[in-house]
């Protein structure tokens, strides 16, 4: 069974920066896109970012753009996401979601998310 | 950006009943369109790809149909466990964008 615990969120202030990692069991990791979905406090889906194959081939919502960093570590079954700038509205749970087998760009299945709070 | 509008936002309906849900898309996304499923304090679940194909061990009750603009989910029979909300979602082109969502509550 694939599993995804996402790690590393929490209170930051901002103008602050926080790494998230989304450890990846179950499947052979190295295989699959990865991406990043994120949800602000009773709103809807906001994508984030994807990983297609390697490092090279990324891609990142407007709003993150030159903030944010996804990348993975093969060799450890982790996905990350470096988040610098961070303001009041990256406020949100993160979910880091596989993809399908045969899509890219099907999210499944998704981790249970992590919480990144941003206040001063 | 391809924006994608859902309707209704809120679906009152009872166990037993058909739910239908729409998506429409501000672009054609061809057949490039996904529903999830998603219960309170949790992570939402893919339930249909690429328009009309089910993901695995998504019970038949849930189909997918449109192509281009228009799309539609439809939920059969509700059971007390399909209660949520659903979110549609496009792969046609970056950035990837999901819909506002439709809760489906209990009359």
């Known amino acids: 069974e694939v599993q995804l615990l996402e790690s590393g969120g929490g209170l930051v202030q901002p103008g602050g920066s926080l790494r998230l990692s989304c450890a990846a069991s179950?499947?052979?990791?190295?295989?699959?896109?990865m991406h990043w979905v994120r949800q602000a406090p009773g709103k809807g889906l906001e994508w984030v970012s994807g990983l297609i194959g390697s490092d090279a081939n990324t891609h990142y919502a407007d709003s993150v753009k030159g903030r944010f960093t996804i990348s993975r570590d093969n060799s450890n079954n982790t996905l990350y996401l470096q988040m610098h700038s961070l303001r009041a509205e990256d406020t949100a749970v993160y979910y880091c979601a596989k993809t399908l087998a045969a899509s890219p760009n099907w999210f499944d299945p998704w981790g249970q998310g992590t919480l990144v709070t941003v206040s001063s | 950006e391809i924006v994608l509008t859902q309707s209704p936002g809120t679906l009152s309906l009872s166990p037993g009943e058909r739910a239908t849900l729409s998506c429409r898309a501000s672009?054609?996304?061809?057949?490039?369109l996904a529903w999830y499923q998603q219960n309170p304090g949790q992570a939402p679940r893919l339930l249909i790809y690429d328009a009309s194909k089910r993901a695995t061990g998504i019970p038949a009750r849930f189909s997918g149909s449109g192509s281009g603009t228009d799309f539609t989910l439809t939920i059969s029979s509700l059971e007390p466990e399909d209660f949520a909300v659903y979110f549609c979602?496009?792969?046609?082109?970056?950035?990837?964008?999901f819909g506002g969502g439709t809760k489906v509550e209990i009359k």
């Open positions: 979602q496009q792969r046609r082109s970056w950035p990837l964008t």
């Open positions: 672009q054609s996304v061809s057949s490039y």
């Open positions: 179950g499947l052979t990791f190295r295989s699959f896109a």
